[in-house]
């Protein structure tokens, strides 16, 4: 019995990531904020992002990889990521909006640790 469960254990290790079913975002639990409550900076961010731009940032509009798996699980290029200004930072800061193909937007703070889905 021992070696059966240590042999499936084994098989689910080696799957390659794309192989194994992916989570639907009703299965990420993910807390809500209200565009209306974003800071300032994120509210002319999601701004330039629905009106496609001028961008500020030349890596803004970049795949957006989720290798911390904290956004629903999508295809390669779901995501792209628009950087949030950090007023008084000399870089590009820590803050985010990655904005989802099918119209979906989530801030991050903290350089993606943790996210919210922005509420329209």
Request: without cysteine.
């Amino acid at each position: 019995m021992l070696r059966i469960l240590l042999t499936a254990l084994l098989v689910l290790w080696l799957q390659p990531a794309g192989s194994l079913p992916a989570r639907d975002s009703a299965y990420v639990p993910l807390r809500e904020t209200r565009a209306d409550g974003l800071p300032k900076e994120a509210s002319d961010t999601l701004k330039l992002i629905k009106k496609g731009g001028p961008f500020p940032y030349q890596r803004d509009g970049a795949v957006f990889g989720n290798f911390e798996r904290r956004l629903p699980l999508k295809e390669r290029g779901y995501y792209r990521e628009y950087t949030v200004p950090t007023p008084g930072s000399n870089s590009r800061g820590a803050r985010r909006i990655i904005a989802g193909r099918k119209g979906e937007y989530y801030y991050t703070a903290d350089h993606y640790k943790t996210f919210r889905r922005i509420k329209e």
